[in-house]
C-alpha cells in the first residue's frame, strides 16, 4: 500500500531562520517520484521541489531543498531564511511509476512570526 | 495562458442532483487526477487516468465517475449528490520528473 505520513499538523518559525517539514513515505515500488507543494491561504496548490528515488543528491529549487533518506524512506522539505510568505499549508506528495497513483499527505501549517 | 482549466469555480447542489466538473489542460500531459479537499485536510484522490484512454479508482472514489474524453479533458460527475460530497475539487495534471499542476479548484456545496 502506497502511504504518505506528515507528522507535525502545525509549526511555527521566526523569519528568517531555516525550518525543516517532515515527511515519510511506505511505498513497495523501487521507483518513484516525491514532491512538495504550498498552499496558501488563497488556495491555490503551488509546486515547490521534486525529489527522484534514484537521484544520487539531493533536490535544491532557490530557498527549498529536499533532504532524502532512502533508506529511511523520508523526505523532509527544508526552508532556509523563512520570509512571512512561506506562511502557508505545505504537502508531501508521492508518484510511483508503475501505478501513476500521486497521493497526498495531510499536511502541515506553517506560520513564519516577524 | 498555458495550465490547467477547471469550470465551475463555484457551485451549489441540492441533494440528489447531478452535475459535472469539468477540466482541461493544454500542457500535452498524459496524466490527469481529481482531488478533493476538505477542511483542514490533504487531497485525497477521487480517480486518476495515467494516460488517454484508462481511468483509474484512487482513495475516495465511491460517489463518482469521470470520464478522460480526449488527452486534453478529463470530467468528475457526481451522479445523485450528498452533503457529503460538499469540499473543494482540484484537478491536476502533468509528469512525474516535472511536478504537476493544478487548477485553481471548485468549491461545491450541497445542501
Known amino acids: 500500500a502506497q502511504k504518505i505520513t506528515q507528522t507535525q499538523p502545525g509549526m511555527f518559525v521566526q523569519e528568517k531562520e531555516a525550518v525543516t517539514l517532515d515527511c515519510t513515505y511506505d511505498t513497495s515500488d523501487q521507483s518513484y517520484g516525491l514532491f512538495w507543494y504550498k498552499q496558501p491561504s488563497s488556495g491555490e496548490m503551488i509546486f515547490l521541489i521534486y525529489q527522484g528515488s534514484y537521484d544520487e543528491q539531493n533536490a535544491t529549487e532557490g530557498r527549498y531543498s529536499l533532504n532524502f533518506q532512502k533508506a529511511r524512506k523520508s523526505a523532509n522539505l527544508v526552508i532556509s531564511a523563512s520570509q512571512l510568505g512561506d506562511s502557508a499549508m505545505y504537502f508531501c506528495a508521492m508518484r510511483p511509476v508503475n501505478t501513476g497513483k500521486l497521493i497526498f499527505g495531510q499536511g502541515t501549517t506553517l506560520q513564519v512570526k516577524p | 495562458n498555458a495550465g490547467v482549466t477547471q469550470t465551475p469555480k463555484f457551485q451549489v447542489l441540492k441533494t440528489g442532483q447531478s452535475m459535472t466538473l469539468q477540466c482541461a489542460q493544454d500542457?500535452?500531459?498524459?496524466?490527469m487526477y481529481w482531488y478533493r479537499q476538505d477542511p483542514g485536510m490533504g487531497l485525497r484522490l477521487i480517480y486518476y487516468?495515467?494516460?488517454?484512454?484508462?481511468?483509474d479508482k484512487g482513495e475516495v472514489p465511491n460517489g463518482y465517475n469521470v470520464s478522460r474524453l480526449n488527452k486534453r479533458e478529463f470530467s468528475l460527475r457526481l451522479e445523485s449528490a450528498a452533503p457529503s460530497q460538499t469540499s473543494v475539487y482540484f484537478c491536476a495534471s502533468g509528469r512525474r520528473d516535472y511536478g504537476y499542476t493544478f487548477g485553481s479548484g471548485t468549491r461545491l456545496t450541497v445542501v
Open positions: 500542457m500535452n500531459h498524459n496524466s
Open positions: 487516468s495515467a494516460s488517454e484512454g484508462t481511468t
